[in-house]
């Protein structure tokens, strides 16, 4: 990998992703991206992992999609390039993902943290969809995740003007979980994690996919799904071991199966 790290016991059952090209404030290249898809492709059949955090630096989780790698493109060339696959495949990542989010989230950096379950951003965490500035729009969920997030007038805004909005307004409109001092925000996220991270993998998966379809579905399609995932978690033995636990006042111990 040149442009990420990885760390698959950065804490315990917690790996950690950091993206790495900090001169050029995390720009999503297409390299970039694809180690970011094969990462969590091993992450998710990692036994070990349960829970995987991504983060950038203190000053950009990430700027956006490399802009100077895409500025001659054509649209044929985008069209047979297809980096939708390798957003779509990261989409598709079904552990806890946490965004830990410092300074710049623009463009792709902001559509990359939203495919994360769960943000916990640094103070100075900025969050924006510029793309309107250099002639383009969002490409990868922008117009989307956000409005779903913050709803249509505050994403209009932010399409439309391309200003970046602080990390407290992002709290306040719903798009990060939790805001802490710019020293902090890493080991938030690998508490958030952690606590995650000790209850049952299978009822997480389960969960984290029907929190997930209630955006694609309507109500009564949504209640179904979840009531079968519901069902499923009573094959797992988490599900015996977790109420077990609570029968024998003990803390149970998930082991995924
Ligand atoms: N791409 C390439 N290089 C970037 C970059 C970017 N997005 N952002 C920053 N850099 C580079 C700068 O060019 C500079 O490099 P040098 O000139 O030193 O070589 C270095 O990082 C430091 O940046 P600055 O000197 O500009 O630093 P400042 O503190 O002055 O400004 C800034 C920071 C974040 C406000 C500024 O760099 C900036 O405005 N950056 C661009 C932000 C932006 O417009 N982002 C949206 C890009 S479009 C798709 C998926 C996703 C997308 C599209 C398609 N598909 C799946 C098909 C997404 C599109 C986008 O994200």
């Known amino acids: 990998m040149e442009f990420i790290l990885v760390t698959p016991q ?34 998710d059949e990692d036994d070990a992992v349960r829970v995987v955090v991504i983060t950038g630096n203190e000053r950009a989780f990430a700027a956006g999609a490399d802009i100077k790698q895409m500025a001659g493109k054509t649209a044929i060339d985008m069209l047979i390039t297809d980096q939708f696959s390798t957003w779509d495949q990261i989409r598709k990542f079904r552990k806890p993902l946490i965004g830990a989010v410092s300074g710049f989230a623009l463009g792709g950096g902001c559509e990359l943290a939203m495919t994360c379950d769960m943000l916990v951003a640094s103070e100075t965490a900025q969050f924006g969809q510029p793309e309107i ?24 805004e932010m399409v439309l ?27 938030e996220a690998y508490r ?6 000790a209850m049952s993998p299978v009822a997480a998966r389960l969960a984290k996919e029907s929190v997930n379809r209630s955006f694609e579905t309507h109500l009564d399609e949504g209640l ?3 009531r079968k995932n519901f069902y499923l978690t009573f094959a797992s033995e988490d599900q015996k071991e977790g109420m077990a636990a609570f029968v024998e006042k003990r803390k149970p111990e998930f082991k995924g199966r």
Do not use: C, W
Not at 17 to 29: F, G
Not at 163 to 187: C, D, K, M, T, W
């Open 192 to 197: 958030l994690a952690a606590s995650i991270a």
């Open 224 to 226: 179904h799904f979840e």
């Open 10 to 43: 950065a804490r315990p059952a917690v790996a950690l992703i950091q993206l790495n090209r900090p001169k050029e404030l995390n720009a999503l290249n297409l390299q970039l991206m694809q180690e970011i898809r094969d990462a969590l492709k091993a992450l």
């Open 133 to 156: 500035r250099i002639g383009t729009m969002p490409g990868a969920g922008g117009t989307q995740r956000l409005t779903r997030a913050v709803g249509k007038a505050k994403a209009m």
């Open 161 to 187: 003007t391309g200003e970046f909005i602080s990390a407290q307004e992002a709290h306040r409109v719903g798009l990060v979980n939790r805001v802490v001092p710019v020293g902090q925000y890493l080991e």
